[in-house]
Nanobody, 123 residues
Framework: QVHLVESGGGLVQAGDSLRLSCAASGRTFSSYGIGWFRQAAGKEREFVGSINWSGDSLYYADSVKCRFTVSRDNAKNTVFLQINSLKPEDTAVYYC????????????????WGQGTQVTVSS
């Protein structure tokens, strides 16, 4: 199993950009697909994007497709989530999760989860 730690969140203004990182421990990180999810206060956790083990298959939720970019650096055991043109509605705790099954919007395929990083966007 892989251990995940998110970082890069913070308090930003609308229109700013952020890059979140998901650092993984474990020698088999390159065999995992990684998904990003977010959960706003009082709402259910939702899928935002994912990347397969090699980085050549990406999938995004329609609501964020134009502003969010997922990438990975297997040499550094890290996956990134670039968020541009931040909006107040992007305020949430952002989680990364690992899967050896498939990079899917369904939470049930993910085996390991990070603790999350808070992103707060002020208007």
């Amino acid at each position: 199993q892989v251990h995940l730690v998110e970082s890069g969140g913070g308090l930003v203004q609308a229109g700013d950009s952020l890059r979140l990182s998901c650092a993984a421990s474990g020698r088999t990180f390159s065999s995992y697909g990684i998904g990003w999810f977010r959960q706003a206060a009082g709402k259910e956790r939702e899928f935002v994007g994912s990347i397969n083990w090699s980085g050549d298959s990406l999938y995004y939720a329609d609501s964020v497709k134009c502003r969010f970019t997922v990438s990975r650096d297997n040499a550094k055991n890290t996956v990134f989530l670039q968020i541009n043109s931040l909006k107040p509605e992007d305020t949430a705790v952002y989680y990364c999760a690992a899967t050896t099954i498939a990079t899917d919007p369904l939470e049930t395929v993910y085996e390991s989860w990070g603790q999350g990083t808070q992103v707060t966007v002020s208007s």
